[in-house]
């Protein structure tokens, strides 16, 4: 057990430019979060999967973001035409079953659009 | 719809103090409870979690809470605080299961 892996780290981009980022939960894990985190404030939702059905998305996640989980496994986050609104720290968590258990965070992805 | 209300969004204590970190819950049906901890520039690290068993929850580092229905509040307590301790903390909160939704976040700076 590796723990959630998310990568790159840090990322800065220009404005109006594409990003990608990546995200390997725990292997025996079946479900998949993505969480927005913003300076002064605590993580907020943006999508789930289930295996690799993606099962809810907020609202929070306008057009130009798009998420996936090819084969129920790794799971990568894309912002097309990037915003200076943007620039937060993306987190990825992963659990078993129910959220009851609790997730398990990876360490982020930290995205400076400028 | 389930939140979590943090009060106090920094505390400051003296190493060997108590530690009491307040979260105030909604939800709408039995909810479950969980404290998360958050180093600078690191991802969130669960604490402890209340799942409908034993209302004085015990977690890591020697972190305790406890869920008070009447009251809907599931406080974080520590007997003495030590300076590894600085960090910030997140309440949280899933109908059962659903997604977590976090509070915003309490600030804990240990002073020497």
């Known amino acids: 057990d590796t723990g959630v892996s998310q990568d790159p780290r840090h990322k800065i981009t220009k404005r109006g430019q594409n990003v990608t980022f990546r995200c390997d939960p725990i292997s025996e894990h079946n479900r998949l979060y993505w969480y927005r985190q913003t300076l002064g404030q605590g993580p907020e939702f943006l999508t789930y999967?289930?295996?690799?059905?993606?099962?809810?998305k907020s609202r929070l996640l306008s057009d130009r973001f798009s998420a996936e989980r090819p084969k129920g496994s790794f799971s990568t986050l894309e912002i097309q035409r990037t915003e200076q609104g943007d620039s937060a720290m993306y987190l990825c968590a992963s659990s078993l079953g129910q959220s009851d258990l609790g997730y398990t965070f990876g360490s982020g992805t930290r995205l400076t659009v400028v | 719809a389930q939140s979590v209300t943090q009060l106090g969004s920094h505390v400051s204590v003296s190493e060997g103090a108590l530690v009491l970190l307040r979260c105030n819950y909604s939800s709408s049906v039995p909810p479950y409870l969980f404290w998360y901890v958050q180093y600078p520039n690191q991802g969130l690290q669960l604490l402890l979690k209340y799942t409908s068993a034993a209302t004085l929850v015990k977690g890591i580092n020697g972190f305790e809470a406890e869920f008070k229905k009447s009251e809907t509040s599931f406080h974080l307590t520590k007997p003495s605080a030590h300076m590894s301790d600085a960090a910030e903390y997140f309440c949280a909160v899933s109908d059962p299961g659903n997604k977590l939704v976090f509070g915003a976040g309490t600030i804990l700076r240990v002073k020497s």
């Open positions: 999967f289930q295996n690799e059905a993606q099962l809810e």
